[in-house]
């Protein structure tokens, strides 16, 4: 049993280095990021325990556990984060990842689940269907209107940005500044996962960053395949670029903002490591000691949906129930705009 800890031990440290070195630079490693994070907390523990905490085992356990506690999707900031309502006055914002719109569903819930939700920001994204494995316009703006009278809308392919708010500007972020005047939606949906709305609020701007980043992995792919590889490397290249232009563009931006919506990234992932450095996350005001927002079968394990911050106070910060009607807890969130 030792000599077997013993092993584990080793070659879960050596994991948790390779991933130290790897996340967020080299492509192939997008796919050991999938895991979830809370196996940075529960191997090395589960180690620990199967070697007494003793000897060779528990020493190289203690060390993968120093090395990936960070890691573990753990979120200390709920034993000090606010409990009760927001001041008066707080801008409530709603984020959700819909999964196809309303394909599946029937659109009177869809529609009721937000507008119950009462916010004066919705950061829509998943704006589209999936017919015949191709992604296609939901074609509900209309309605999106009727439901959501006095909102200002605007959509760029599947990202959909509303605001009781005026709206003074709407800019492409990323490989999206590409993109001519007037393109397809095809062509938007292919380049546009990041959306920047400027909103007046009171006397302040405030950025909002709608995004989408593209998933790593699409689960019916063959691994055993050259073709997994070359598409794997191209997705990393993809999110790369999709990263690099939201940086790029908060840099250059003086206005507050909120970048909020689905990474496809847990907070383990390198390529989330600049925006945590230079932003704050809302999970500072979440009272969820293991946040998650995204279940792969029964399984909440992972959080991919995030919302980051400057220039802004958030007050309260929840993943809401989708009751049903997505994959994707849905982010709730009460802000203020700092003087």
């Given at each position: ?171 492409r972020v990323g490989p999206a500044a590409d993109l001519g005047p007037r393109p397809s939606w095809r ?26 980043v593209p998933a790593q992995y699409v689960l019916n792919e063959n691994p055993f395949t050259a073709r ?93 129930d989708p009751r049903g009607l997505s994959d994707h807890r849905a982010q709730s969130l009460a802000i203020?705009?700092?003087?």
């Amino acid at each position: 049993m030792r000599k077997a800890a013993g092993f584990a031990a080793a070659g879960w440290l050596g994991f948790v280095i390779l991933h130290h070195l790897l996340t967020g630079r080299f492509w192939v490693w997008l796919i050991p990021d999938m895991i979830p994070p809370a196996l940075y907390l529960a191997v090395p523990v589960t180690i620990l325990a199967a070697a007494r905490c003793r000897g060779r085992a528990a020493l190289l356990a203690a060390g993968s556990l120093l090395l990936g506690a960070a890691h573990a999707g753990l979120n200390p900031a709920a034993l000090t984060a606010p409990d009760g309502p927001p001041p008066p006055g707080a801008v409530r914002v709603f984020s959700w990842n819909t999964e196809y719109w309303h394909q599946d569903d029937d659109p009177r819930a869809f529609y009721r689940f937000l507008t119950d939700q009462h916010a004066d920001v919705y950061v829509l994204q998943e704006y589209l269907n999936w017919v015949g494995d191709q992604p296609r316009e939901a074609g509900d703006l209309a309605a999106l209107r009727r439901e959501f009278p006095g909102y200002h809308l605007a959509a760029e392919g599947e990202l959909v940005t509303l605001s009781r708010f005026p709206v003074t500007a709407v800019r492409r972020v990323g490989p999206a500044a590409d993109l001519g005047p007037r393109p397809s939606w095809r062509a938007a949906f292919d380049l546009a996962k990041i959306l920047r709305t400027d909103l007046r609020i009171g006397a302040s701007t405030l950025s909002v960053y709608n995004v989408h980043v593209p998933a790593q992995y699409v689960l019916n792919e063959n691994p055993f395949t050259a073709r997994f590889y070359t598409e794997l490397r191209g997705r990393g290249e993809r999110r790369a670029a999709q990263f690099g232009g939201l940086l790029a563009d908060l840099a250059a931006n003086p206005a507050a903002a909120l970048v909020s919506g689905d990474f496809n990234s847990t907070g383990a992932m390198g390529e989330l490591r600049p925006l945590f450095d230079r932003l704050t996350s809302a999970n500072t005001a979440n009272r969820a000691i293991y946040p998650t927002s995204w279940y792969a079968g029964v399984l909440p394990l992972w959080q991919l949906d995030w919302t980051f911050t400057t220039g802004v106070t958030v007050h309260t910060s929840e993943l809401a129930d989708p009751r049903g009607l997505s994959d994707h807890r849905a982010q709730s969130l009460a802000i203020t705009m700092r003087r």
